[in-house]
């Protein structure tokens, strides 16, 4: 079956700007979680949804923020970009077992000028 | 989360077993450790996990010891598309997908 799926794969955005990312989990999967990945940060935690309601939230500035849809899809967005925005934003889906794991898709690469 | 420590890096030949060793001695008795990989610009990709009994399955080997404050990660035969960061992570059960990363153990597989 289709893994997970993020669009855009890459973007070029400028200071002050917003952007939005979508994730498409792996059908049958209804928790999307979402990760930001920089060299200096690592990968560090943003959100999660299940079942279009955020239950789990990372250290990060309201301008980050998340929703997810009736069909699990999810999107993230950040308004008001600055520079330390650039990175790599991985979305992840599991099923809401005990124990699932998760299925992490190609990332958006977003560059901030 | 308990917090995990690894090597930062390692090399391991090509075709012999690669033992990548992770400490996690606050681990709680609910929380599993988990294993996953980076390859250079993708997407994590799950290895392996396991509660208190080693596991196996067609990638790799999960060895836990029995206080469970460390475990190894095998791969029996190493490749060279087996070269990336390895992550081993320490999570609750319960659909909890908060995920603490750390820096990982970069493995290079050497011809």
């Known amino acids: 079956k289709a893994g997970v799926t993020q669009t855009p794969r890459y973007l070029i955005k400028t200071r002050g700007q917003q952007v939005t990312l979508s994730c498409s989990p792996i059908?049958?999967?209804?928790?999307v979680s979402w990760y930001q990945q920089t060299p200096g940060q690592g990968l560090q935690f943003l959100f999660e949804?299940?079942?279009?309601?955020?239950?789990n939230k990372g250290n990060f500035p309201g301008r980050f923020s998340g929703r997810q849809f009736s069909n699990s899809r999810s999107e993230m967005n950040v308004s008001t970009l600055e520079l330390g925005d650039s990175a790599l934003y991985l979305c992840?889906?599991?099923?809401?077992?005990?124990?699932?794991?998760?299925?992490f898709g190609e990332g958006s690469r977003l560059t901030v000028l | 989360d308990a917090k995990t420590t690894q090597p930062p890096s390692m090399d391991c030949a090509e075709g012999r077993a690669a033992n990548l060793p992770c400490n996690h001695s606050?681990?709680?008795?609910?929380?599993?450790v988990y294993w996953y990989r980076q390859i250079h610009s993708q997407g994590p990709q799950y290895i392996i996990h396991?509660?208190?009994n080693n596991e196996t399955n067609e990638m790799a080997s999960l060895i836990i010891t029995e206080d469970r404050k460390s475990s190894t990660l095998i791969l029996p035969h190493a490749t060279l598309r087996d070269t990336a960061v390895y992550y081993c992570?320490?999570?609750?059960?319960?659909?909890?997908?908060?995920?603490?990363f750390g820096k990982g153990n970069q493995v290079v597989v050497i011809p």
């Open positions: 992840a889906s599991s099923q809401p077992t005990s124990d699932g794991e998760l299925f």
């Open positions: 059908s049958g999967h209804r928790s």
């Open positions: 949804y299940f079942s279009e309601t955020q239950r």
């Open positions: 606050t681990i709680s008795g609910n929380e599993y």
């Open positions: 396991g509660l208190k």
């Open positions: 992570i320490v999570r609750v059960g319960g659909g909890n997908n908060r995920l603490a």
